[in-house]
């Protein structure tokens, strides 16, 4: 009798011991799945330093990546702050449009010898000395022209940059010639604020992650208007399980890559004492 009994003991902790093993491994390959399925989205706010009232911005999540303009006030102020932060920044470099509109001090123009184009990428990165990357702000003339957008390309290349083609014109040659010469380079999806109101950041942030959901992964690009910032606190702190926001350079799988160069600051810093401690925004 008592034999019988230990048989079955040992039988029901073979059978629970089994059973355990089998639910852990589920979980695992549950779990394997999901991280597998699991969506990329990016997100650019643009015009970053125009004015004063852009630093609103800095209370989004630090993974929201900020497209900083040159030679502003507050371009290297908000660029020290977002390193403060921990917040990826990149420069949005003024190009010439088709329309003709006013684009700032330090832009590049489609008559511009390819030394034009070097210096004034150079100088503006003086101005945003954080930068690891550069999209176009504007751009729908300049991103068309094959010798000026090389040189964009070769600069960036040497810097160890990576580019972002905010596609203002269908006839863009930044990517192939990005391509051409090896810079790490990628394309704007969806422009998130077109139109300044809540319905339409939702279909549009909608259509990102659909975008995101068919392809692995996608880039909207936004700018600091204040409906534009309060939508995105709110709709990025719920984002589905399926959907991960990353950093630009997290998207691009160039994370280790771009890294602070000290050598791009060497000017900035004599204008700079510190981070911008006149900003009593939350770290």
Not at 47 to 57: N, R
Not at 140 to 150: D, F, N, P, Y
Not at 205 to 218: H, P, V
Not at 265 to 282: E, F, G, M, R, Y
Request: proline share 4%; net charge neutral.
């Amino acid at each position: 009798m008592l034999k019988r009994n230990k048989l079955v003991i040992h039988k029901l902790l073979v059978f629970l011991l089994l059973s355990l093993l089998l639910q852990s491994a589920f979980v695992n390959a549950k779990d394997i799945a999901n991280a597998k399925e699991r969506v990329q989205i990016a997100i650019i706010v643009d015009d970053i330093g125009a004015k004063a009232s852009d630093e609103a911005a800095f209370l989004l999540p630090k993974n929201v990546t900020f497209s900083i303009l040159p030679h502003t006030e507050y371009s290297t102020k908000f660029s020290y702050f977002a390193a403060d932060q921990n917040r990826e920044v990149m420069l949005h470099m003024p190009m010439e449009s088709l329309n003709g509109e006013n684009l700032g001090e330090g832009a590049i123009f489609a008559d511009m010898y390819p030394s034009e184009v070097e210096n004034a990428i150079l100088d503006a990165l003086q101005t945003v000395p954080h930068a690891v990357g550069v999209n176009n702000h504007m751009g729908s003339k300049l991103t068309q022209m094959t010798l000026q957008m090389r040189s964009v390309m070769s600069v960036l290349h040497s810097t160890n940059l990576f580019f972002i083609d905010s596609r203002t014109t269908k006839f863009t040659k930044a990517g192939a010639l990005a391509n051409e010469i090896g810079v790490t380079a990628a394309s704007r999806h969806i422009f998130l604020d077109h139109y300044q109101n809540e319905a339409f950041l939702r279909k549009q942030l909608n259509a990102l992650l659909r975008k995101a959901r068919k392809s692995g992964k996608a880039i909207g690009i936004a700018h600091p208007y204040p409906v534009t910032l309060s939508f995105l606190n709110e709709y990025l702190m719920d984002l589905p399980n399926d959907v991960e926001l990353v950093t630009v350079s997290e998207f691009l799988q160039e994370k280790n890559k771009f890294r602070f160069n000290p050598r791009l600051t060497a000017k900035s810093l004599n204008t700079v004492d510190a981070a911008p401690i006149s900003l009593s925004l939350p770290q």
